[in-house]
């Protein structure tokens, strides 16, 4: 059964600090792996995506990295704001059929003044 | 581009009463649309997807129904919900562009009372 498991859960750090979320997932066969960042009552938005070549993936202050060897990923977030509170959440897509997406539950970041 | 849009963004419904949301696409379109569920806690649901105009497939067993009357309009719908049926609902479609994933409405919260 394809899974994608997320950590911490949630997370609260202060403004001006970095942090590294985690995903671990078990999707065969790989297509790529996604990070989204959804604020609260908000649909998700991409802020990366990653191929099975690809180890690191950057988008402002947001930096993914993919080891398809161990099937683990990482966004690390520097310097971090308060709008950068909000749910990140790790999506892997297999390759094969019409959507094969599957969803982490996401990681809750607070970001405190 | 792509944008995805989605209304009401929050309802409370009476449990037994009708349901309809809708989702329309503007912009560079995908012949794919999606409706996800994401309840409190958890990761997102596929409910359905929809490969064209009348094209529906269902992943789960459920109180909901969608259709696909034009290409870029995808309707979630329920003769009678249930207090289960609450949660955020999603709109999406794979977008053109492979390099940014997914492209998310903004949600429908949904409430059943």
């Known amino acids: 059964k394809n899974q994608v498991e997320q950590s911490p859960q949630s997370l609260i750090i202060l403004e001006g600090k970095n942090c590294t979320l985690q995903?671990?997932?078990?999707?065969?066969?790989?297509?790529?792996l996604r990070w989204y960042k959804q604020d609260t009552g908000r649909g998700p938005v991409s802020l990366t995506i990653?191929?099975?070549?690809?180890n690191t993936k950057s988008n402002g202050r947001y930096t993914a990295t993919l080891d398809a060897d161990t099937k683990q990923s990482s966004l690390h977030i520097t310097a971090s704001q308060l709008s950068d509170s909000a749910s990140y959440i790790c999506?892997?897509?297999?390759?094969?059929?019409?959507?094969?997406?599957?969803f982490g539950k996401g990681t809750m970041l607070l970001v405190s003044p | 581009s792509q944008t995805i849009h989605q209304w009401p963004a929050t309802l409370v419904q009476p449990v037994g009463s009708p349901l309809s949301l809708e989702c329309t696409v503007e912009?560079?379109?995908?012949?794919?649309l999606y409706w996800y569920r994401q309840a409190a806690g958890r990761g997102l649901q596929l409910l359905f997807y929809?490969?064209?105009?009348?094209?529906i497939s269902s992943e789960v067993p459920q109180n909901l129904s969608a259709s696909r009357p034009q290409d870029r309009q995808f309707i979630l719908s329920s003769k009678k919900l249930l207090l289960s049926d609450s949660g955020f609902y999603l709109c999406?479609?794979?977008?053109?562009?492979?390099?940014?994933?997914?492209?998310f409405g903004s949600g429908t919260r949904l409430t059943v009372v």
């Open positions: 912009g560079t379109s995908n012949p794919n």
């Open positions: 990653m191929t099975f070549s690809e």
């Open positions: 999406a479609s794979p977008g053109t562009d492979l390099n940014y994933g997914y492209t």
């Open positions: 995903c671990n997932y078990t999707v065969s066969p790989f297509s790529n």
């Open positions: 929809s490969v064209g105009i009348g094209q």
């Open positions: 999506v892997v897509s297999a390759r094969s059929g019409y959507s094969t997406l599957t």
